[in-house]
């Protein structure tokens, strides 16, 4: 059962570490082949970087650049076949990555899921509306984008708040009426976007 006496808050703890946000997460890939085809050609991240692995020198390391100047890097041999199961998930495993699409650009990025013929579920997260799929190797990516124009400075703020209201509501999840709410009280204009209608539900099902 959840703890619900846990604070939930935008204000920074009182711990003796202070990062500046997130530089680089690093997946073990099959072949560069397969991950460049993937990353690079069909989601549109720039390879900015390849090079051996510090570590272990016969495999190499590729950077691509997610869109906003923060790093997904991936170690990868040519003598690794591709594996499109879905993966088992376990404690300390990777369950998905989550990546942020502008809400002009939502549609469009689905027309290119299904142009490449490549399998998608769509679904309304209540904060935020996703669309999920598998990459090569059976990873869970997760496609979000905002439903409403959050600044990007102060969306912990409207989040941490939208979980007050949905708390003070009885609510079990955060939905369009706590994002309102969350917005109004901080005096951020409630400006939504239009999307689609989806789905409330579980994700990828393949």
């Known amino acids: 059962m959840a703890d619900d006496t846990t604070p939930v808050t935008a204000e920074l703890p009182d711990s003796p570490i202070r990062l500046s946000g997130t530089d680089h997460i690093t997946l073990i890939g099959s072949n560069e082949a397969d991950t460049v085809a993937f990353y690079r ?3 549109g991240m720039a390879l900015v970087l390849r090079q051996p692995n510090l570590d272990q020198p016969e495999v190499t390391h590729l950077f691509f650049d997610t869109g906003d ?3 997904l890097t991936f170690f990868v041999s040519d003598d690794r076949e591709s ?3 879905p993966q088992r998930t376990g404690i300390g495993a990777v369950h998905h990555l989550a990546f942020s699409v502008e809400p002009e650009r ?7 899921f299904d142009e490449a013929d490549h399998r998608y579920n769509e679904f309304d997260r209540g ?3 996703s669309v999920y799929t598998r990459d ?5 990516l997760e496609f979000a984008t905002d439903k409403f124009r959050v600044p990007d400075d102060r ?11 949905r708390m003070e509501a009885g609510a079990d999840y955060v ?3 706590h994002m309102e709410a969350a917005l109004e009280e901080l005096g951020i204009e409630v400006d939504p976007y239009d999307l689609p209608d989806a789905p409330t539900g579980a994700g990828y099902d393949r």
């Not at 939502?106 to 290119?112: I, L, N």
């Not at 090569?136 to 869970?140: I, R, T, Y």
Request: hydrophobic fraction near 40%.
């Open 136 to 140: 090569h190797n059976g990873l869970v």
């Open 155 to 165: 969306r912990a703020e409207v989040l941490a708040t939208a979980q007050r209201v």
């Open 127 to 129: 904060a935020f509306h």
């Open 106 to 112: 939502f549609a469009e990025t689905k027309e290119a």
């Open 175 to 177: 939905d369009d009426e």
């Open 69 to 71: 100047g923060r790093i």
């Open 83 to 85: 594996d499109p199961r």
């Open 41 to 43: 050609d069909l989601l």
